[in-house]
């Protein structure tokens, strides 16, 4: 089990851009896929991107595809998100999360999950 902490998240204008971090701890980070989701209030957890465990594989969600890049430092346990161009209706919750032996989109396939960070987009 991984235990994941998420930091970065903040407010920010339209078109400006944030990088979002994770790290992890407690077991072999780089035995794990990592993905990044969202929800809005009100709205379903969105699956924003996948990376997987060599960082070699990385799939991005319709939306953030150009404009969000992740990335991860297995030396480091962490994971990052770069976003660019950042829209109002980006502005969300975004958690990290874990899966091990998978690479998914897929919320229920991802078993350890951060606390969240607050990412406001204004307008």
């Known amino acids: 089990q991984v235990q994941l902490v998420e930091s970065g998240g903040g407010l920010v204008q339209a078109g400006g851009s944030l990088r979002l971090s994770c790290v992890a701890s407690?077991?072999?980070?780089?035995?794990?896929?990592m993905g990044w989701f969202r929800q809005a209030p009100g709205k379903e957890r969105e699956f924003v991107t996948a990376?997987?465990?060599?960082?070699?594989?990385?799939y991005y969600g319709d939306s953030m595809k150009g404009r969000f890049t992740a990335s991860r430092d297995n030396t480091k346990s962490t994971v990052y998100l770069h976003m660019n161009s950042l829209k109002p209706e980006d502005t969300a919750v975004y958690y990290c999360?874990?899966?091990?032996?998978?690479?998914?989109?897929?919320?229920?396939?991802?078993?350890?999950w951060g606390q969240g960070t607050q990412v406001t987009v204004s307008s």
């Open positions: 999360a874990a899966a091990l032996k998978t690479f998914s989109t897929e919320t229920y396939d991802y078993t350890n």
């Open positions: 407690g077991d072999t980070f780089s035995s794990y896929t």
């Open positions: 990376i997987s465990s060599s960082g070699g594989r990385i």
